[in-house]
T-cell receptor, first 110, second 114 residues
Framework: SQQGEEDPQALSIQEGENATMNCSYK?????LQWYRQNSGRGLVHLIL?????REKHSGRLRVTLDTSKKSSSLLITASRAADTASYFC??????????FGGGTRLMVKP | DADVTQTPRNRITKTGKRIMLECSQT?????MYWYRQDPGLGLRLIYY???????NKGEISDGYSVSRQAQAKFSLSLESAIPNQTALYFC?????????????FGPGTRLTVL
């Protein structure tokens, strides 16, 4: 079973707009990671946030973590057509095992 | 990521055939994983290995077996392929020393079982 569940399952926006994806999980975690997958390709690690962190930035990416609500969000600012992909959250528990959610499919229209 | 390679990239086979998917990595990582992805869904863990002598079942190991031939090589076998094993298969690696389990993925193998 999947630890993380992303919301929405699909998102369509115009280029230049911001995209926000949410992830909820069930058990305590050591860290939470976000990955991107371009169609039919391998996943690429984007950003990691540890359980004692609340917010992290990397370029146009902003990740927040609320451990009390067991949720995280990924914000992509000023989106580009090249950001079109599926985005997955993945949690790492005390056993240091990564568990993936079902993903959000993002389409950015030019 | 060119550091993790998978062969073949595409494979079409028939029901009942034995199939082997291979994964090699040059990252020097000790941990390796095999995942399966079905259309529109996330990844499910099939098997994982923390070192050459360590093999562990994942969420969906039935119908699959693995071999860790060396630190850099981890192969996945379907002993008798069936149509519902049609999927995209990914190999991944991680470095125990980082303690974050950040994983690095190969390009995937698209397997079709007729």
């Amino acid at each position: 079973s999947q630890q993380g569940e992303e919301d929405p399952q699909a998102l369509s926006i115009q280029e230049g707009e911001n995209a926000t994806m949410n992830c909820s999980y069930k058990t305590s975690i050591n860290n939470l990671q976000w990955y991107r997958q371009n169609s039919g390709r391998g996943l690429v690690h984007l950003i990691l946030i540890r359980s004692n962190e609340r917010e992290k930035h990397s370029g146009r990416l902003r990740v927040t973590l609320d451990t009390s609500k067991k949720s995280s969000s990924l914000l992509i600012t000023a989106s580009r057509a090249a950001d079109t992909a599926s985005y997955f959250c993945a949690t790492v528990n005390a056993g240091n095992m990564l568990t993936f959610g079902g993903g959000t499919r993002l389409m950015v229209k030019p | 990521d060119a550091d993790v390679t998978q062969t073949p990239r595409n494979r079409i086979t028939k029901t009942g055939k034995r199939i082997m998917l291979e994964c090699s990595q040059t990252k020097g990582h000790d941990r390796m994983y095999w995942y399966r992805q079905d259309p529109g869904l996330g990844l499910r863990l099939i098997y994982y290995s923390f070192d050459v002598k360590d093999i562990n079942k994942g969420e969906i190991s039935d119908g699959y077996s693995v071999s860790r031939q060396a630190q850099a090589k981890f192969s996945l076998s379907l002993e008798s392929a069936i149509p519902n094993q049609t999927a995209l298969y990914f190999c991944a690696t991680s470095d125990f020393r980082t303690s974050t389990d950040t994983q690095y993925f190969g390009p995937g193998t698209r397997l079709t079982v007729l």
